[in-house]
Nanobody, 126 residues
Framework: EVQLAESGGDSVQVGGSLRLACTAS????????MGWFRQSPHKEREGVAC????????YYADSVKGRFTISRDNAENTVSLQMNSLKPEDTAMYYC???????????????????WGQGTQVTVSS
C-alpha cells in the first residue's frame, strides 16, 4: 500500500519560513516524479512545485518561483519543500503527490498524480 505522509505545516507571520516534508512508502520512490500541491477551501488543487525522479529539473508555479525550493532524497524516500518569504495567499492545505507515470517529466497537473498524502496545513497571517 502506497503511503505519503506530510509534516511541517504551521501558522507563521508574513515573511516567515517553513519546511514541509513528505515521507513515502510502498512505492518505488526512485522512479516517481514527486510534486507539492496546495488547496484552499472552494478552490481547485494547485500545483506548486515538482521534482523529477532523478532529482533534476525542478519546476515551480509562477506564484512561488524564487521563494520555494523543492528537493528530494531517494535514499530516504523523502521530498521536501522549503518555503521562504511566505505571504497570506500561501495559506492552504499542502499535499505531496506521486506522479502515476514511471520516470515522468515534471508536471503540475493534479490529474497526473494518483497517490496523495493527507495534507499539512500552512497558515500565513499578517
Amino acid at each position: 500500500e502506497v503511503q505519503l505522509a506530510e509534516s511541517g505545516g504551521d501558522s507563521v507571520q508574513v515573511g516567515g519560513s517553513l519546511r514541509l516534508a513528505c515521507t513515502a512508502s510502498g512505492l518505488r520512490f526512485e522512479g516517481r516524479t514527486m510534486g507539492w500541491f496546495r488547496q484552499s477551501p472552494h478552490k481547485e488543487r494547485e500545483g506548486v512545485a515538482c521534482i523529477m525522479w532523478s532529482g533534476g529539473t525542478p519546476y515551480y508555479a509562477d506564484s512561488v518561483k524564487g521563494r520555494f525550493t523543492i528537493s528530494r532524497d531517494n535514499a530516504e524516500n523523502t521530498v521536501s519543500l522549503q518555503m521562504n518569504s511566505l505571504k497570506p495567499e500561501d495559506t492552504a492545505m499542502y499535499y505531496c503527490g506521486a506522479d502515476m507515470r514511471w520516470r515522468a517529466l515534471c508536471s503540475l497537473v493534479a490529474l497526473d498524480y494518483n497517490n496523495w498524502g493527507q495534507g499539512t496545513q500552512v497558515t500565513v497571517s499578517s
